[in-house]
């Protein structure tokens, strides 16, 4: 029985649904990596919870959590709003250009089957504005109002980081275009302005009731701090996730790449995590010999090394976190010595850390060509920049709660600190067996001693 050959018009046919077929798995499996990154960033806010309740004196525990619970959930909606459209309308400077597809009400800012990328893109900012918010959170634990620390959250989260993100991350970053701007793993553009802008919130702020004693500070002990271990683990394990979401996952012949359109791959991302990390443990260890802060080094460790993961030498990463975690425990020291109280040492960790980390680009990096025509990265580049994150993070949080303060917004009153925030501001206790029972509603005590209450 003879056979039809297929014509020319036929295998084109087949050829182009083999092609369409292709396309729809390589923008499938974009969705899919993008949508487990966001999920495993969720562990950074589980571990910063878990963290912030250990450091915290029992009396504060549940306030700590709370806010970190509710830091998430107000940055995700006014990311929504207009963190998005941020990101979007500013990379060249303060004037914003077009980006009305940003906008909430925009086509692209919601179902649509022909869009498959919009909706995991913005969720793994968003979750980089929520990181931001827990990184402030722990340094001002066990004073300041929960409905300031939204306020400052917001403004944070879903606004200052962001168009730091728009400045140094976007293709059209004049950061990037006109000065060479390397930071693949948001070390300035989310730890240095996190840490900065807590610093400016610290200075209105005052330290906590009795940490200072005739200028001479005080340590004011976490109250479990195997929790706070834990949470620093979980910290460290949703990392892998905060720093997938830096990648770019290209379809077709490109691959992986930075967000600068540089090639790179998970491969270098995981040599020089994982060297930053045991850097970083293995120098704060050496350096305090304290627990807290050599779990903390894992932090230190990771952020000294993110900008330049893609072209760091495995060896050379693990120098710079051992020897960053110095810098970093002299400044938390400086800071201490200075009467600002950081309860965790955020400005220190991810603020001090994150600017010599855009810097040590500049050193060890220095003359690597970028790509789309911009220019090469440079140590002045870097520096330039760094300068930059530091005053962007630092101006607004120190006026923003300045205003605060100056309406009594800021801090809760000295006997509402006195009796534990978990008592007013929460309303309950997070170890209720070792609170008093009260006398039961409608009984006399009379009723209670004849029954051997």
Same mark, same amino acid.
């Given at each position: 029985?003879a *056979? !039809? *050959? ?7 046919a087949?050829?182009d ?10 923008? &499938?499996?974009?969705?899919?990596? @993008? ?11 589980a ?9 915290s ?9 709370? #806010?970190?619970?509710l ?8 990311? @929504? ?9 500013f ?23 022909? %869009? &498959? ?8 900012? =968003? ?28 403004i ?8 730091a ?5 976007h ?26 802008? *807590?610093?400016?919130? +610290? ?34 394990f949703?990392?892998?996730g ?10 077709? !012949? ?15 991302? =995981?040599?020089? *995590? ?10 704060? @260890? ?8 050599? &779990? ?5 460790g ?7 993961? %893609? ?21 938390? #020291?400086?800071?201490? #010595?200075?009467?600002?109280d ?17 810097? +040590?680009?500049?050193?060890f ?5 970028? &790509?789309?025509?911009?220019?090469a ?12 994150m ?19 917004? +800021? ?19 997070? @170890? ?8 039961? #509603?409608?009984?006399?005590?009379? %009723? +209670? ?5």
């Open positions: 029985m *056979t !039809e *050959t297929p014509t020319l018009e036929s295998l084109q087949a050829l649904a083999q092609q369409a077929v292709f396309n729809m798995h390589q923008a &499938m499996n974009v969705e899919v990596f @993008y949508w487990w990154c966001t999920a495993i960033m969720v562990m950074i806010h571990g910063f919870l878990a963290y912030e309740m250990g450091a004196r029992s009396k504060n525990a549940l306030a700590a959590g709370v #806010k970190n619970i830091a998430l959930a107000v940055i995700i909606p006014t990311f @929504y709003l207009f963190g998005w459209w941020i990101y979007n309308a990379p060249g400077g303060l004037i914003p250009a077009e980006a009305s597809a940003a906008l909430p009400w925009a086509q692209s800012m919601g179902p649509d089957v022909q %869009d &498959m990328g919009t909706g995991i893109f913005w969720a793994a900012f =968003a979750l980089f504005g929520a990181t931001t918010g827990s990184i402030m959170s722990g340094a001002v634990i066990e004073r300041i109002r929960v409905s300031a620390f939204l306020i400052l959250t917001v944070l989260g879903s606004g200052v980081w962001i168009l993100g728009a400045w140094g991350w293709p059209d970053g004049w950061m990037l275009t006109e000065m060479g701007y390397h930071d693949v793993g948001a070390s300035g553009v989310v730890h240095a302005i996190a840490g900065f802008f *807590t610093l400016g919130v +610290l200075i209105n702020l005052g330290p906590r009731v009795g940490k200072f004693i005739e200028g001479v500070p005080q340590q004011i002990k976490a109250h479990n701090l195997p929790m706070t271990l834990i949470g620093l683990m979980m910290i460290i949703g990392f892998f905060f720093l997938g979401g830096c990648i770019i996952f290209n379809g077709g !012949e490109t691959g992986w790449t930075t967000i600068y359109n540089t090639p790179t791959n998970l491969s270098a991302f =995981a040599f020089n *995590t994982l060297m930053g990390f045991a850097g970083g443990v293995i120098g704060c @260890y050496i350096a305090t010999r304290d627990p807290f802060w050599t &779990m903390s080094g894992g932090l230190v990771i952020i000294s090394v993110a900008a330049g993961l %893609d072209l760091y030498d495995p060896g050379l990463a693990f120098i710079i976190a051992t020897c960053v975690s110095f810098i970093a425990v002299g400044a938390a #020291k400086l800071l201490e #010595k200075r009467g600002i950081d309860a965790v040492g955020a400005v220190a960790v991810h603020g001090v850390t994150g600017v010599v980390a855009v810097i +040590l680009v500049g050193v990096a220095g003359g690597t060509p970028n &790509m789309d025509g911009n220019p990265i440079s140590l002045y580049g870097q520096t330039v920049c760094a300068i930059v530091m005053v962007l993070g630092f101006v607004p949080g120190y006026l923003v709660s300045y205003l605060l303060k100056k309406f009594n917004m +800021l801090r809760v009153p000295e006997n509402v600190e006195d009796l534990g925030l978990d008592e007013v501001e929460i309303l309950t206790h997070p @170890y209720p067996e070792t609170v008093p029972a009260s006398t039961s #509603k409608g009984a006399d005590m009379g %009723d +209670l001693e004849a029954k051997g209450a």
